[in-house]
């Protein structure tokens, strides 16, 4: 599995521009505080691959098929669980089973930033409707990554008893303004 730091290696190896790095930088921030609470509540998931791969998951942002490009780029180098988890980050394929997993936590904290600062569902899906007006598939695209995204929602709130707003809110898993400190 990828630390942290070579995390930040490859986005300075394949050119991240630094407001995408901010943004995986805070998605990652806010994926740990998930995943962590959740294991709180006895999940056991893999907080490294969590971390890893909300770090990396614009790794190839600007390419046609980001998440697409990003899973490409994580196979050839050996990281088959992280290139699962980037695939799904635009879309997530299917949580009829209601299971929270790594996969879906990151697809929730992406969601849940803008940039690089938190947002809520209702407003990141409000600007994307906006962003994708007269562009019926695209629209209809919008709306199923927000009902993914609010069933996740409700499914992480469920299984830790508080808002997930509420969550992110409190103390800091790795303060993400020295995250570049620990290298």
């Known amino acids: 599995m990828l630390t942290r730091s070579h995390c ?22 806010v994926a740990l505080k998930i995943a962590h609470a959740l294991n709180a509540r006895g999940f056991g998931l893999d ?8 770090l990396l ?9 980001h998440a697409q490009e990003g899973a490409r780029f994580l196979r050839a180098i050996g990281q088959l669980d992280l290139a699962e988890i980037v695939a799904q980050h635009m879309t997530l394929e299917s949580q009829e ?14 969601k849940l930033v803008c940039e690089d600062v938190v ?13 994708f007006m007269g562009n019926p598939g695209a629209l209809a695209a919008v709306r199923q990554n927000r009902e993914a995204a609010l069933k996740v929602r409700s499914l992480v709130e469920q299984a830790i008893g508080i808002d997930v707003y509420e969550l992110i809110s409190k103390g800091a898993c ?9 290298q």
């Open 8 to 29: 930040l290696c490859l986005m300075d190896e394949r050119k991240v521009p630094e407001r995408v790095q901010r943004h995986c930088i805070k998605v990652a921030w």
């Open 119 to 131: 947002v809520t569902l209702e407003e990141r899906f409000s600007a994307r409707r906006e962003d």
């Open 174 to 182: 790795f303060h993400e303004d020295t995250v570049r400190d620990s």
């Open 97 to 110: 089973d209601g299971r929270i997993s790594e996969t879906s936590v990151v697809y929730l904290a992406d």
């Open 57 to 65: 998951h614009d790794i190839a942002r600007g390419s046609p098929r």
């Open 47 to 54: 907080c490294q691959a969590v971390e890893s791969a909300a």
